[in-house]
């Protein structure tokens, strides 16, 4: 089994900025991808950010310029640093990963329970 913690979320005013990380552990042979997702209420969850095993990086084009994503092959870790947030960044932010496990071996998805950032005006 694999777990995705998220940390960082909390509230800051428009023109600020957060940074969310995201830790996996577990049964973990090697990650294909690392994403961050958000969902504001009322809306469908939408991707962020996202990061390949081949160090690709692609982003929404409402965050393009604003976030920057990172991410850290050792500690099976990535990062989300947000800045110039505007309110309608106001979300629950989630991370997600692709992960190979051994013993079984397998592939799947997993998702972490989010994080909440709330962006003032």
């Known amino acids: 089994q694999v777990q995705l913690v998220e940390s960082g979320g909390g509230l800051v005013q428009a023109g600020g900025s957060l940074r969310l990380s995201c830790v996996a552990s577990g049964n973990i042979h090697s990650i294909n991808f690392m994403a961050w997702h958000r969902q504001a209420p009322g809306k469908q969850r939408e991707l962020v950010a996202i990061?390949?095993?081949?160090?690709?990086?692609n982003y929404a084009d409402s965050v393009k310029g604003r976030f920057t994503l990172s991410r850290d092959n050792i500690k099976n870790t990535v990062y989300l640093q947000m800045s110039s947030l505007k309110p309608e960044d106001t979300a629950d932010y989630y991370c997600?990963?692709?992960?190979?496990?051994?013993?079984?071996?397998?592939?799947?998805?997993?998702w972490g329970q989010g994080t909440q950032v709330t962006v003032s005006s």
């Open positions: 997600n990963a692709d992960v190979w496990s051994v013993a079984p071996v397998r592939r799947k998805e997993y």
């Open positions: 990061t390949t095993s081949s160090g690709s990086t």
